[in-house]
């Protein structure tokens, strides 16, 4: 069974600064896809950045990027430069290769301090 | 273009009612999956439709089932109500099986009394 564990319920950064989220895995399958994605008070799931588990080049887009590690089926969201607007839920998710199905971690509240 | 709409965006029902939940997707998407977010389950995984037939369920009971119709547009139904069953409902809709992208719209909150 897929399952995804996200170990950090809250977490806080200091605005410019830099915050890691960390999200593991378990999975059978060689071919997936892993996201991250941010779910603001306005409860709109937003896609923030995915990764193709064949690729090993992280992924990246903008401030956003990730640490691949497929051994040992880790995923971690990197952001950088922390904006007021980056406060949210954010939630780790795996979908296998084909489907449209998505299994989610129970996610992690980002506070952003001015 | 416009985005993935549920209607109604907020609901209350009383214990025993059923409820229909409505999800239309972006125009051409044809893959709709549903959603449970409550604050001690998280997300789980309710259906996913393609093309009007649904291709996964999740692990709920009888009492929850969905359809899809052939402009795409889906819906959900859940019977006889359980006060565990107020939560966030979320839509998700994609072009197709394969594709990587999947849109969510903002769902509905159900509140059972």
């Known amino acids: 069974a897929q399952t995804v564990t996200q170990s950090q319920p809250e977490m806080s950064v200091q605005e410019a600064e830099t915050v890691t989220l960390s999200c593991t895995y378990d999975?059978?399958?060689?071919?997936?896809?892993l996201f991250w994605y941010k779910q603001p008070p306005s409860r709109q799931m937003i896609l923030v950045i995915r990764?193709?588990?064949?690729?090993?080049q992280n992924a990246t887009e903008n401030r956003f990027s990730v640490n691949f590690q497929k051994a040992a089926k880790s995923f971690s969201l990197k952001i950088s430069d922390s904006q007021l607007g980056d406060a949210a839920m954010y939630f780790c998710a795996y979908r296998i290769y084909t489907g449209n199905q998505f299994y989610f971690g129970t996610g992690t509240s980002l506070t952003v301090i001015p | 273009k416009a985005g993935v709409t549920q209607t109604p965006r907020y609901l209350i029902k009383t214990r025993g009612q059923q409820v229909t939940l409505s999800c239309s997707p972006i125009s051409g998407h044809r893959s709709v999956s549903w959603y449970q977010q409550t604050p001690g389950q998280g997300l789980q995984f309710l259906f996913e439709?393609?093309?009007?037939?649904?291709?996964n369920k999740g692990n709920f009971p009888g009492r929850f089932s969905g359809r899809q119709f052939s402009n795409s547009r889906s819906e959900m139904n859940v019977s006889t109500l359980e006060l565990g069953d107020s939560a966030l409902y979320l839509c998700a809709s994609s072009l197709g099986q394969s594709y990587t992208e999947a849109f969510f719209g903002q769902g509905t909150r159900l509140t059972v009394v």
């Open positions: 999975t059978s399958e060689s071919d997936y896809y």
């Open positions: 439709y393609f093309s009007e037939t649904q291709r």
């Open positions: 990764q193709e588990a064949y690729k090993q």
